[in-house]
């Protein structure tokens, strides 16, 4: 038997050009961490929480609200001017020592469209910013809730009744009104019953049954509903069509009415009122903006102290584990080279 003892030496790799020589020496063994080399951290690194990353999300994030609550102010300043325009008429038709003058009703009205307008208008990526109590929405869809006159569970809960309500493009549903479930157990069916119209049904403190739908299915109904009883709750035969009532009364929700003095102090009342609301709204918007802005210069101050050395730590492991991987792999096809050579001259001798 031919035994041969070969020594394996690390081998130096040489890049000649026209112009100069480099020579590139790998790392000695003894220095690398086999665990280390055969264990990248860059699988780590991926699952690591990544601070810029989040302080970026907050920065977009922080930006496009305050887009949404801009669009807001400057709505809710539109709308604060049009509702002083209709006080006005408002107290000119009340302290006038004359008859009504039609074209106030038209003048107010045209003042109310103008209101509806700014409100369908001022949206931030397809979404309204104010709902119909002029109160500032911008992290969620806006939705309404609404109730049919005479659709209480308490109403003629000694009968039960078969109810078909049909709400205008959203679909048709025919309601139990059994008298042997609980109110409880009678609004769950109800709910279940109308949640593919994208609807959802509740009770309030009375009895009566609400409905809660997003804005533009609200607004597909167009204030009615068809409704077809059985005699106990509502007439049988053709279906009646009922005035569906807002809950709460938003100011979006019917027409101004100047026919009588009367009517136009009610109507004062409520045009004071969404005045106030707006001014509240505005005051809500003014201390958000503030909160907001720290924030927003939170995020940014952590952006900019982070992002450098982030930057160089990250590079700095991408380095070295790159270093090892490559003299650990070259350590081991040299070494391979070295013992087949060296195992070929032997056999020879």
């Given amino acids: 038997m031919v035994t041969s003892t070969a020594e394996v030496r690390t081998q130096n790799i040489h890049f000649t050009n026209a112009n100069k020589q480099s020579v590139v020496t790998p790392a000695v063994a003894g220095k690398v961490d086999a665990k280390n080399a055969s264990t990248s951290p860059l699988k780590q690194l991926s699952y690591q929480p990544d601070g810029y990353a989040v302080s970026k999300t907050l920065l977009a994030k922080g930006q ?25 008429v408002l107290s000119a038709e009340l302290i006038a ?17 103008s209101i509806k307008n700014i409100l369908n208008q001022a949206k931030s990526d397809g979404l309204r910013v104010i709902d119909a109590e002029l109160k500032v929405n911008i992290d ?37 009104m059994d008298a042997k479930l609980s109110d409880k157990a009678l609004v769950s069916q109800i709910d279940r019953h109308v949640i593919p119209f994208g609807l959802r049904a509740s009770v309030q403190d009375n009895g009566d049954i609400t409905f809660r739908a997003n804005e533009h299915d609200y607004q597909s109904l167009e204030g009615k509903v068809l409704v077809v009883g059985q005699g106990h709750r509502y007439p049988a035969g053709q279906a009646n069509t009922l005035t569906i009532k807002p809950e709460p009364e938003g100011i979006e929700d019917g ?42 210069a939170a995020a940014k101050a952590n952006t900019a102290v982070s992002d450098i050395k982030q930057v160089e730590d990250k590079l700095s492991q991408l380095s070295g584990t790159g270093n090892q991987q490559f003299s650990a792999t070259y350590r081991t096809l040299a070494a391979q080279a070295n013992v087949h050579r060296h195992t070929v001259v032997a056999l020879l001798k």
């Fill in 97 to 113: 020592h004359r008859a009504i003058d039609p074209s106030s009703q038209t003048n107010a009205n045209r003042h109310l469209d």
């Fill in 255 to 296: 027409q101004l009415s100047l026919n009588n003095r009367e009517q136009i102090r009610d109507t004062l009342v409520k045009v004071n009122q969404h005045l106030r609301q707006v001014q509240q709204s505005l005051d809500d918007i003014k201390a958000y903006q503030t909160a907001l802005a720290k924030q927003m």
């Fill in 64 to 88: 496009q609200q305050a887009t949404s609550v801009q669009i807001a102010q400057q709505a809710l300043g539109a709308v604060g001017r049009e509702l002083q325009a209709i006080k006005k």
């Fill in 140 to 176: 969620r869809p806006i939705t309404r809730t609404f109730s049919v006159p005479g659709l209480n569970v308490q109403r003629q809960r000694e009968h039960s009744e078969l109810i078909k309500l049909s709400f205008q493009q959203l679909g048709t549903v025919v309601v139990n």
